[in-house]
């Protein structure tokens, strides 16, 4: 839902957030929906034409990327951990 929050307010656009996110538009827009829920207030004034953040919005902005900054930052941590380590040893015969 946060990454889904900073698409759209980045873009103005919940189409160009689902692009970028590649999903839907109906999945980002209940994932924004879901996430105003869940702080009680409106983070966008939605139009035919566009997207107006809020107040709110505005100062969730920050900080929603300071987060998500961090956990980019603790995921890097374990990325070493997918390498494969260690010798690998192949077998063929005389004909190769």
Do not use: W
Request: hydrophobic residues 40%; aromatic residues 4%.
């Amino acid at each position: 839902s946060l990454h889904c929050f900073q698409a759209v307010y980045q873009s103005l656009s919940i189409s160009k957030a689902a692009l970028k996110l590649n999903l839907s538009k109906a999945s980002v827009s209940k994932k924004i929906l879901s996430l105003e829920a869940e702080l009680g207030g409106e983070l966008f004034v939605r139009s035919t034409r566009q997207i107006v953040p809020t107040r709110e919005a505005d100062r969730l902005i920050s900080k929603v990327e300071n987060l998500l900054g961090a956990m980019n930052e603790i995921e890097g941590l374990f990325d070493d951990k997918h390498e494969l380590k260690g010798r690998v040893r192949v077998t063929s015969g005389h004909s190769m």
